[in-house]
């Protein structure tokens, strides 16, 4: 029953789908390489329905490249950008954005630093300006910096009390001891009050570099203009004099259990095992088996042993982690303290069971019918679309992956995916972190 109705709920995103986008659908998947005169180059994809362009855009390296001490600058940088640039304090700056309706706005991960931009095509030539403004000469002045400062510390100080929070950063700690992977994104108090504005301009100078830079762009344009605006936004940026790469790791993950004491009446539950890299031919086979296991949401291994049979969990889900210098496969869940023993206990038999004996063949059906169904959907917005162009470069997957893809997830055999299975889930290395009050529990890190 459950996958008639998972088909039939397929076939109606589809159609809903189909009915909104049918007119530019046929170059929905048609990406153009365009590459200015002075070789700054963006992947398009033409949507002629509005009058609007939308521009993501990626510096490879992230946060895990933040200094010593100085953890957070890059998330610090990406929140100030655009409070004031050139001649432009922050309020007249911000205030030039609202009047054209033009949204700027940055983000780091811990992979790369990201910017979007999105405006009406009537005021392109000041979207883009702005944009390079934001680039080349942030302001960064006392006045903005505090205020943002204050947020950022505001924000850190709640999530220490948030358990989901606590456990997801000690597993990356756990993960990746003595690696940038082990530290926090965001900073920390101590760490964003020694953040200068010295400090972010040399980001800025040494970060946001044109050879780092990976463009994606939908929207009513031409390549011809996009090629002036390439070089207008992106020519004088500077070439970075550092590589952006960091060392390989492997996650140390070795079946440890840790509990951090919190006095609250649920646990949040995160767990994890080394994973497999994006760039692996097995990758796709991997993509499948995680919906199967823990992906799929209701229809998932877990969803139904933990959470239909046995009612431990509101949630339970798995996810695929393939970092640019290592990889896992993380899950989380939350339960009441005195059942998290038993959650534990039902997520290590199910990856047990399902590394000795994979997927049925209708499992694998089912999962490949999904994911092959659904992928239209990812193209439901100008945003969405630019963000996979930027993500398709990042990963090197080739200009024509939207046609691909769909090819590669039906190649899974059966065969593939038992093989994969054995290998890739490993119940002896699934780790757990617990933050909250669980009973009967033995923590051993």
Do not use: C
């Not at 490249?65 to 990406?78: I, M, Q, R, S």
């Amino acid at each position: 029953m459950k996958t008639a109705l998972k088909h039939v709920a397929i076939s109606i995103a589809a159609t809903v789908f189909l009915t909104i986008a049918a007119p530019q659908s046929a170059h929905a998947v048609e990406v153009e390489r365009v590459v200015s005169d002075s070789g700054i180059e963006a992947w398009l994809i033409r949507d002629l329905s509005n009058p609007i362009t939308t521009l993501k855009l990626s510096f490879r390296g992230g946060a895990a490249l933040d200094p010593d001490g100085k953890e957070g600058l890059a998330h610090f940088v990406a929140s100030t950008l655009d409070e004031g640039s050139g001649d432009m304090e922050s309020n007249a700056f911000q205030k030039a954005l609202d009047d054209r309706s033009i949204t700027l706005r940055f983000n780091a991960g811990r992979d790369s630093f990201r910017g979007t931009l999105r405006t009406l095509n009537q005021h392109r030539d000041d979207a883009f300006k702005y944009l390079r403004l934001a680039l080349t000469s942030p302001r960064f002045d006392d006045t903005p910096l505090t205020r943002i400062r204050a947020q950022i510390i505001s924000g850190i100080k709640q999530s220490e009390e948030d358990p989901s929070h606590l456990a997801n950063q000690e597993m990356f700690e756990m993960a990746f001891a003595g690696h940038p992977y082990a530290r926090p994104t965001l900073g920390t108090v101590n760490s964003l009050m020694s953040v200068t504005p010295d400090d972010m301009r040399q980001f800025v100078a040494t970060r946001l570099v044109r050879d780092n830079l990976i463009i994606g762009v939908v929207g009513d344009i031409d390549p011809a203009t996009l090629k002036t605006y390439l070089d207008a936004t992106f020519a004088e940026l500077p070439n970075s004099t550092t590589s952006w790469a960091l060392a390989k790791t492997t996650p140390q993950l070795t079946g440890a259990v840790k509990v951090i004491d919190l006095d609250v009446g649920q646990s949040s539950i995160q767990f994890g095992q080394p994973g497999i890299a994006r760039s692996s031919p097995d990758f796709y086979t991997a993509y499948v088996l995680n919906y199967i296991l823990g992906g799929g949401g209701f229809v998932s291994r877990l969803y139904e042993e933990v959470r239909e049979k046995r009612g431990l969990a509101y949630s339970v889900y798995t996810y695929l982690m393939p970092l640019d210098a290592s990889a896992a496969v993380m899950g989380g869940a939350g339960t009441a303290n005195e059942r998290v023993a038993e959650t534990l206990d039902t997520v290590r038999n199910v990856w047990e069971k399902f590394a000795e004996d994979g997927p049925t063949q209708d499992e694998l059906n089912d999962a490949k019918t999904y994911l092959t169904g659904a992928y239209p959907l990812r193209f439901a917005s100008s945003s969405a679309i630019s963000d996979m162009l930027v993500g398709i470069q990042e990963e090197g997957m080739g200009i024509d992956y939207i046609d691909n893809r769909n090819g590669f997830i039906d190649a899974v055999t059966l065969s593939d995916a038992k093989r994969v299975a054995a290998s890739l889930f490993q119940p002896k290395n699934l780790s757990f972190v617990i933050a909250g009050r669980p009973q009967g529990v033995v923590a051993t890190d």
